[in-house]
């Protein structure tokens, strides 16, 4: 007899309202996300059509995020600050769900409500190799969320702490184009790895559509295998959803960690592209980079963060040399 799913959103909800009562920083951070959300005022879409439908881009103003958007990533500063992420080093007024060897976290700096930062239990290093599964059930158990993972040189402001983050799907829009508007790369059991075409996506990634966790274990193994090598791990943002019973997951690749115009020079701009910026949402702490930044400037982010055509392309035909010619 199958066991009937358990209902987590009440856990969730009741944990959110625990968080936000006993903690001012996280109250007031949600509130004041909630007001410029509402209103609209901060946040301008750039709407453009790619393909058959439109890429909405966006861009909130949130003063409360500048200390991710200007973390400092080196080993040196690394070293020399205490892992916020560590249960010895947070606020004693944040709480946790202990799940498996993660703890849950309501994330104080959000980006969407509710905000979720899932720390491994262990001091241990920013790496997604053998964690694709992890990622899957934290979709599934939050199916009205995305759960992404930002690499160690991706976005991540604590890579030497292994962490997943989730918000709600609809941060999601832009990368699950319609299966149609897709190129199928791979299959693989009853799952399927696809790729959008240039005409129809504003860079390249993958989207794994799978049905089975062992499927999207080994179908996620071979892209990674198959991306440019880079120390610590090949480059990448990830995000899993649950879309219709089944497993989403997009690997978007990067070559870069942050535009050549990053910093807070006169003609910088103090962006650094993560999940939430490829999907779509770019975060701002400063009046100036909100009031700069507009599509071309997206468009030139994207191209110097994101592989190349041509790059993307090699990595696809070592995809198709990594598997057999039954699963192609």
């Known amino acids: 007899m199958n066991k009937k799913p358990i209902d987590y959103a009440p856990i969730f909800e009741e944990f959110v309202d625990e968080e936000l009562s006993a903690w001012p920083l996280a109250a007031q951070n949600y509130d004041y996300l909630n007001k410029i959300t509402d209103n609209r005022q901060t946040i301008e879409s750039f709407d453009e059509k790619i393909g058959e439908r439109p890429w909405y881009i966006e861009k909130l103003l949130c003063s409360h995020r500048k200390a991710s958007l200007s973390a400092k990533v080196d080993q040196k500063s690394l070293s020399e600050r205490p892992c916020f992420l560590c249960k010895a080093n947070r606020p004693e007024e944040q709480g946790a769900i202990e799940w498996e060897n993660y703890e849950i976290?309501?994330?104080?700096?959000?980006?969407?409500?509710?905000?979720?930062?899932?720390?491994?239990?262990?001091?241990?290093?920013?790496?997604?190799?053998?964690?694709?599964?992890?990622?899957?059930?934290?979709?599934?158990?939050?199916?009205?969320?995305?759960?992404?993972?930002?690499?160690?040189?991706?976005?991540?402001?604590?890579?030497?702490?292994?962490?997943?983050?989730?918000?709600?799907?609809?941060?999601?829009?832009?990368?699950?184009?319609?299966?149609?508007?897709?190129?199928?790369?791979?299959?693989?059991?009853?799952?399927?790895?696809?790729?959008?075409?240039?005409?129809?996506?504003?860079?390249?990634?993958?989207?794994?559509?799978?049905?089975?966790?062992?499927?999207?274990?080994?179908?996620?193994?071979?892209?990674?295998?198959?991306?440019?090598?880079?120390?610590?791990?090949?480059?990448?943002?990830?995000?899993?959803?649950?879309?219709?019973?089944?497993?989403?997951?997009?690997?978007i690749p990067r070559r870069r960690h942050r535009p050549s115009f990053y910093g807070t020079g006169p003609d910088e701009m103090l962006i650094s592209p993560a999940s939430a910026e490829m999907l779509g949402l770019f975060i701002t702490s400063r009046q100036e980079d909100f009031d700069r930044l507009d599509l071309q400037t997206v468009r030139r982010i994207y191209d110097e963060v994101t592989l190349s055509p041509e790059e993307f392309s090699e990595v696809i035909d070592r995809i198709h040399h990594a598997v057999t010619p039954k699963t192609k």
């Open 105 to 251: 976290l309501l994330n104080p700096y959000p980006i969407g409500d509710p905000h979720f930062t899932i720390a491994s239990k262990l001091h241990e290093p920013q790496r997604i190799a053998g964690r694709i599964k992890d990622m899957a059930r934290l979709a599934r158990m939050m199916p009205w969320c995305c759960v992404f993972y930002n690499g160690p040189l991706c976005g991540a402001s604590a890579p030497d702490h292994l962490h997943f983050q989730a918000t709600e799907q609809m941060l999601c829009a832009n990368t699950w184009t319609p299966k149609k508007n897709l190129t199928q790369v791979i299959r693989l059991g009853k799952s399927t790895l696809y790729a959008p075409t240039p005409s129809n996506s504003l860079f390249p990634y993958f989207i794994i559509d799978s049905a089975s966790d062992r499927d999207l274990s080994e179908i996620f193994d071979i892209v990674y295998n198959a991306l440019p090598q880079a120390d610590p791990e090949p480059m990448m943002n990830v995000v899993a959803m649950k879309t219709e019973g089944r497993m989403s997951v997009a690997i």
